[in-house]
């Protein structure tokens, strides 16, 4: 869309995981996923980023109102996760294995449908400074 | 264009604004910007950052001379928003509420015309850490 | 006090400001304080961090619940100068020339009366990454 | 000393851990500890920052040798913390709520023994950007 | 392709280097490159951000595993340029001016034949947390 | 001295070095200083972060007029070591291993006699985010 602004709000939480295949042994998950498979868990300070994309209202000046993003990130995202066990605590992950990517795919899918209808541009979470996923929708 | 590089300049700048609709009351005012329009005005430590996109030259290595590009930021953007009142001192915002939005929108004009043609690939501001917005062209 | 351990909480606020001496004319404050005397004001992303120093409890492992801590910075100080114009919206920055320097010193009274005797150890007041102040009390 | 040199070194580790008093119910701990006390943990990306004190040898300019440092933090700290369960996994936590407090005495007590007498000057946890601890040992 | 997912790993190098062209003389260079062309050369804290694009594996959750990508950064390009002079000790780097952009470049084909086909996204060399350059292949 | 303020201001430069004692040889450099005796040299992106301490002058609200410490800076040490090697192109450092250490001894007396005397508190050295070095004068 011609004019097209993109917008990002960042918000942080803090929670545990750890990597593992129920299918496999302790022995063989160590050997893929390293230390992320230790069986008591680690955790992480992630934080996630939203990209909103659109025109900006006329009257406003905004694309979308970043306090109503804040508050669709708090209730969809960050109440089910922040101070919380990613393996045992949260539905939206019920047997998914917490990886970076799989964490940025639920989140864009909790978020998605509280956003007007094509403006999710992009979700972003970032596991350590160094270590990050982006995910962009099921359609690109 | 095959092989294009992308090139990113940062700098900083510190302003004052608030956001408001001149044809709304301070309440409603309120209701929609927050504490963002507080009468009296609030600051930040803004980021701008430009990105130009090109292949690079043979001779220097570079696509753009980010010196330059430098002082283009500096001359055309740094010098009139810079420990200023982005609603009372910058010309290029005149009658345009400063959302970071357009912020972004403004900077890309300003900078723009003094760019080689079509190089100008994207302006960021970064209102604070955790939010900002991205504008690439009115054509895109 | 043998086995001291020092634990910090750090908080974030937007603020503008102008710096100036009202004796003075605006080309002497202009001299003085340079940009930051803009008669309209400009403003930063502040960063405060508060430092509070004793030995921890048995039972909670804590030198202080920083939960309070959080809910003190927030009712004593943050409440007063978020999103605010450090020269017309606070009381305890009355007839005060708001430097970095003198926005340290006044949270430090503010939030000294409200942490046990003797414990709040020092404020800090980060203007930009690059420019902070420290206070440690009227008595250090 | 005259012409102390104060020389710091940084490192990442990730965990989780639960803060909780086994002496009081699931209730009790949630007041007390918030969301810090979720049964089945959270977690952080952890800093700690080591700080050694002293002159500087006129042959190599060093206070210590970083590397060792380094070393020393690798092997009696991060090795025994990193992709760890605090409550669970580490042995010098035993028995101790893996509060900020509490892991930064404790990491003092494991580095000081390897450093040379009186050197090490504190060290630092932080748990996350907003919230860290400083020890700086027994006898101050 | 559908449902991508990007994933960034980031790693940090110390290197110096000098911007000239041997065609031109000291003072030519200095006019062109500024502080850059100094001829003992100087330095920076470089950090090289590698991204990788694809759609997950069920079983793992991974679109590539990052250990292996780690790996593959250490060993095809950290090694040759950490603690090196990137004019005189880097193989890959003979004959090109260190500019941003060449390094950019130079790390996204040492990179590639490693990464499983047309799945490396772009690499992003940050010269400066102000500078920065990304590249994403000869074909785009 | 009561009601003391610690203010503090930082800044960047980018140099070269190489860490060696001319004493003994490329195996035995190589041996005690690892990757920063690489005979090419390398290179960082420093800051340098000055503390002035003092009371707060009750006309301006300063400590020290810190436009006046960033210009101190930029003659005194900046202008010497920006865009240089440190081994090569440094009078204030020649004979000097340049350690972080003897970076901030040196920038320490650098700066020292353009303070009010017993003013400036300490100076902080900068080699990379998670090493650096502080002096606080040779009194102390």
């Keep these: 869309m011609k004019g097209t602004v993109y917008i990002y709000r960042k918000a942080h939480f803090s929670a545990s995981h750890r990597l593992f295949d129920p299918a496999l042994t302790d022995e063989q ?5 390293g230390g992320c498979s230790n069986p008591n868990g680690h955790g992480h300070n992630y934080y996630i980023e939203v ?3 659109g025109v900006t209202d006329p009257a406003t000046g905004f694309v979308v109102d970043l306090k109503a993003v804040k508050q669709i990130m708090q209730e969809r995202f960050l109440a089910m996760v922040d101070h919380k066990n ?3 605590d949260v539905d939206f ?10 964490i940025a795919i639920a989140a864009f899918r909790q978020i998605a449908p509280h956003i007007p209808a094509g403006k999710l541009y992009s979700v972003r979470i970032y596991e350590t400074e160094n270590n990050y996923a982006e995910y962009r929708g099921d359609h690109s």
Tied chains: 1, 2, 3, 4, 5, 6.
């Design 51 to 53: 990209c909103v994309a």
């Design 93 to 102: 992950l019920r047997g998914v294995n917490p990886t970076t990517e799989n």
């Design 29 to 33: 998950n160590a050997e893929i996923f």
């Design 86 to 88: 990613l393996n045992a």
